[in-house]
Each structure stands twice: as C-alpha cells, then as structure tokens.
C-alpha cells in the first residue's frame, strides 16, 4: 500500500477499528470478558466476523442465538466501558496511518465507523490523530449500519464529494460489502 495509489481519488474514508487503530485484539478481550460474565461464550473467528456491526446488536444476536434474555444495551455499555479502560493497549496501524498521514490536509477525509462516538474519539486521541480528520461519522448518525452502505455515503456527503470519487480503507467484510454497496472503491487492509 503506497500513497501514490491513492493520487486520483477525490476523498479518503477510513474506518476505525482495525484499520487506523490495531484495536481489534483489545475489542475482543473486552467482548470475551463482558459476555463471559453474562454467561455468553464469543469464540475470536465469530468476533472478527461481525467486525462493523454495532455493540447492541451482537448482543442481542448472541443471547437470542443462546435463548439467554439480556438487556443488550446495558451489555453493550459494559463491554464499550471495559474496552475504554483498555485504551492504552491500542496501536496504530502504521500503513494504514501512512496513508492518512500522506494526505492530511491534501484531500477531504473522514472516519466512518460502526463504533460509537465515544469509542472512536478515545481511539483517535489515543493514537494522536484525532485532528487529522474534520469529518468523523459513527454509529450514532446512521439507522442502517455495515453491510448497508449509510455510513460511508454520510461520510461523503459530509466531506463533500461524490461516492464514486471516494475510497475506503476497510478490514472487515461487512465494511467491504457497504463500501461496494455505496458505490465506492474499497481496500482491504488486512
């Protein structure tokens, strides 16, 4: 992965976790931790399977796969509080990053996460480079969430260019799959 390969497009999107942040090995501690406490086992494949969906809505897939009754929510908030007391573990993803890094201040780009903007945040700051992108769009400012293609058109309609002049930094296939679905080039940064 080379800037120069990203030269002719207008906008860059990058998703958080596991793209500009090496979190997804501290999000699944904190998955593992949280559900095991509530009697839910999550086993790491399934976890990185559902990268890009949003916190509450694991939970209430696993309990209901379970026939456990959880308040998913609640769950969510525990396991979203327990990740941010792991914060400091976080790293960068230095290619990931690099690319960022080429481009800030050149081109409109955006963060496009499934997270919550909590989460997000503390992640950007913890990584020192939460004033790299004007533009931050999470969970909470869409309905539909990844593999729907909302969160990525947000991003572009908020950094002001056309999706099809956008690319997406991207690790999961569920953030692969609303890529394509917004009509934008993605890149698989895994």
Request: with cysteine; proline share 5%; charged share 25%.
């Amino acid at each position: 992965m080379n800037a120069n390969d990203f030269e002719r497009y207008e906008g860059l999107i990058f998703d958080c976790d596991g793209t500009l942040a090496d979190s997804m090995p501290v999000h699944y501690v904190a998955w593992r931790d949280t559900l095991m406490r509530h009697g839910i086992e999550f086993k790491e494949d399934r976890f990185y399977s559902m990268g890009g969906m949003p916190s509450a809505k694991i939970v209430a897939l696993l309990a209901k796969e379970r026939g456990l009754r959880v308040d998913a929510e609640a769950v969510a908030a525990e396991k979203e509080s327990h990740f941010q007391g792991l914060i400091d573990q976080v790293r960068p993803m230095h290619a990931v990053c690099q690319i960022a890094a080429a481009f800030r201040g050149k081109k409109p780009m955006a963060v496009a996460s499934g997270s919550g903007r909590v989460v997000v945040a503390k992640q950007l700051v913890a990584l020192q480079i939460d004033d790299w992108f004007p533009v931050v769009v999470t969970s909470e400012d869409t309905e539909r969430h990844k593999p729907e293609p909302d969160v990525f058109l947000e991003a572009a309609r908020r950094i002001q260019v056309a999706p099809e002049n956008c690319v997406v930094f991207e690790d999961s296939p569920l953030g692969f799959q609303a890529a394509a679905a917004a009509g934008m080039d993605w890149v698989d940064v895994r």
